[in-house]
Every structure is written in structure tokens, then in C-alpha cells.
T-cell receptor
Framework: AQKVTQAQTEISVVEKEDVTLDCVYETRDTTYYLFWYKQPPSGELVFLIRRNSFDEQNEISGRYSWNFQKSTSSFNFTITASQVVDSAVYFCASPSDSWGKLQFGAGTQVVVTP | DTGVSQDPRHKITKRGQNVTFRCDPISEHNRLYWYRQTLGQGPEFLTYFQNEAQLEKSRLLSDRFSAERPKGSFSTLEIQRTEQGDSAMYLC????????????????FGPGTRLTVL
């Protein structure tokens, strides 16, 4: 069975510091997708990024970047130059079957203070 | 595109009462999911619909829970004889299934309905 693990429960940083969130995904599947979602205090989950298991290139989109390493099953997400508006809970998730139902990690609370 | 909407946003009820939540997905989306999120945890899958057909229910969905999606548009989730353990955030998500399959497309979430059972 698949398992999504986010070991960090909370990360506190001062504005403009970088934040890296860890996610480990365990599966026997050879093809899979991984997602990062953000849940601000308002409660609505917001899709951030998607990565498939075929592509291990690191990418950058604005202040977000991610590092996917299939060999270690890690899918890490970095926020560069954090801002107060980045304060939220961040979830790593992956479809647990072909029907698309998502399996989420426990989430990491990011607190950015001015 | 108005996004996924859920009603009500908050519901406080007494143990033993029935409650019903509504979800309006993004109009062109044919797949609709319900999740439940308790404090400090990630969302957990409850059930999903492909158009009007309910295709799977989690073991978390006891006999007191029922979900419908008439005409493949909005969906309702009803909890009968609520218990204090039902207190949680109930999230609805929708997506459109394309040629790459259900696992590829991101799900769009509504703001959730927070249920408190006293």
C-alpha cells in the first residue's frame, strides 16, 4: 500500500528566509503522480504543483521550487524568500489508485513571522 | 469559473440530529470527491462520483452516511444520528477526467463545511 509521510509538523521562519518541506512517498507502483497543496487559515486547499514519477528534474516556478528524487522516494518543496502570506499548512499527496482518490500526508504547518 | 462551493460553511448540531451538506463542483467537472479532515490531520477520502454514479465508498463511511449526486451536478452528504466523533471538516473536490486519467489531474477543493457535534 502507498504511504505519504511528512515528518515535519511545524516550521517557523522569519520573513525572507527559505523554507524546505519534506515528503517521502512509498509505493510499489512504477508510475505515479505527486502533488503539493496549500491550506491557508481559510481552510480551502489550493493546488500548487504536480510531478510525475518519470521526471526527476528540479524545477522552479516563481518563489516555489521542488526536488524529486525517485531513488529516495522524496519529493521536497522549497519556498524561497518566504512571506507572511505563505503561512499555511502544506500537504503532500498522491493518488492511491487509478480512480484518483488522493492520499495525503499529515501536513506541515509553516509559520512566517515579520 | 466560480470554483467549488460548499454550503453551509459551519454547522453546529446536537448529538443524534441529522445534517446535510451540499457541494457545487466546477460546472464542467465530471468527477466529484468527498473527504473528511480532522484537526491536525490530512484529508481522508470518503467517497467519489463519476457523473451521477457513486463508484466507491471508504470504510470510514458508516451506514449513517449517505451521499448523492443527482443528475451529475451538485452533491449532498447526509449524516444521520450524528455522533461527537463526526466532528470534522468535510471537504468536496472536483476534477475533469482527461485522456491521462484520474490520477493526473489536480483536484479543486471547496472551502469545506466544518461540523461540530455537541
Amino acid at each position: 500500500a502507498q504511504k505519504v509521510t511528512q515528518a515535519q509538523t511545524e516550521i517557523s521562519v522569519v520573513e525572507k528566509e527559505d523554507v524546505t518541506l519534506d515528503c517521502v512517498y512509498e509505493t510499489r507502483d512504477t508510475t505515479y503522480y505527486l502533488f503539493w497543496y496549500k491550506q491557508p487559515p481559510s481552510g480551502e486547499l489550493v493546488f500548487l504543483i504536480r510531478r510525475n514519477s518519470f521526471d526527476e528534474q528540479n524545477e522552479i516556478s516563481g518563489r516555489y521550487s521542488w526536488n524529486f528524487q525517485k531513488s529516495t522516494s522524496s519529493f521536497n518543496f522549497t519556498i524561497t524568500a518566504s512571506q507572511v502570506v505563505d503561512s499555511a499548512v502544506y500537504f503532500c499527496a498522491s493518488p492511491s489508485d487509478s480512480w484518483g482518490k488522493l492520499q495525503f500526508g499529515a501536513g506541515t504547518q509553516v509559520v512566517v513571522t515579520p | 469559473d466560480t470554483g467549488v462551493s460548499q454550503d453551509p460553511r459551519h454547522k453546529i448540531t446536537k448529538r443524534g440530529q441529522n445534517v446535510t451538506f451540499r457541494c457545487d463542483p466546477i460546472s464542467e467537472h465530471n468527477r466529484l470527491y468527498w473527504y473528511r479532515q480532522t484537526l491536525g490531520q490530512g484529508p481522508e477520502f470518503l467517497t467519489y462520483f463519476q457523473n451521477e454514479a457513486q463508484l466507491e465508498k471508504s470504510r470510514l463511511l458508516s451506514d449513517r452516511f449517505s451521499a448523492e449526486r443527482p443528475k451529475g451536478s451538485f452533491s449532498t452528504l447526509e449524516i444521520q444520528r450524528t455522533e461527537q466523533g463526526d466532528s470534522a471538516m468535510y471537504l468536496c473536490a472536483s476534477t475533469s477526467i482527461g485522456v491521462q486519467g484520474a490520477s493526473y489531474n489536480e483536484q479543486f477543493f471547496g472551502p469545506g463545511t466544518r461540523l461540530t457535534v455537541l
